[in-house]
């Protein structure tokens, strides 16, 4: 595991969230896998990545048993968090409004996640 900066120490481990349209991941288009950046586990990868217009890394599925959800009861609304299976930290969230095949949109923290390029 890197060194978190206090930003992403606060978005994995105490549930904030980073602004929309901050994350430099937003408009990664590279071939690669997405990590957690607390734990180094297998998340995301890019094959399943889409620009869902949120202003947050979106994508379609995650990697098999790679996260957890829970219900989010917070800010007065029922939302799916998501979460690192490995090490529970706190990703973003899944909403049913995203693209086939499956439908789902993990809208996902950008300090929360460290991609790996398939060619570095």
């Known amino acids: 595991?890197?060194?978190?900066?206090?930003?992403a120490r606060a978005v994995l481990?105490?549930?904030?969230t980073?602004?929309?349209?901050?994350?430099?991941?937003?408009d990664e288009?590279?071939?690669g896998d997405y990590h957690c950046a607390g734990c180094?586990?297998?998340l995301y990868r890019s094959?399943?990545?889409?620009?869902?217009?949120?202003?947050w890394p979106s994508f379609y599925d995650a990697a098999e048993g790679a996260v957890g959800t829970k219900t989010d009861v917070s800010h007065g609304m029922v939302r799916t968090e998501v979460h690192c299976a490995g090490c529970g930290g706190h990703l973003g969230h899944v909403f049913p409004d995203g693209p086939?095949?499956?439908g789902l949109r993990h809208c996902i923290n950008g300090l929360a996640l460290d991609f790996q390029a398939e060619d570095a």
């Open 40 to 42: 180094g586990a297998l």
């Open 100 to 102: 086939p095949p499956t």
């Open 13 to 16: 481990f105490e549930h904030a």
């Open 18 to 26: 980073e602004r929309p349209f901050t994350s430099p991941l937003n």
């Open 1 to 7: 595991m890197s060194c978190l900066s206090p930003e």
């Open 47 to 55: 094959g399943t990545k889409y620009n869902s217009g949120s202003g």
């Open 29 to 31: 288009k590279r071939t």
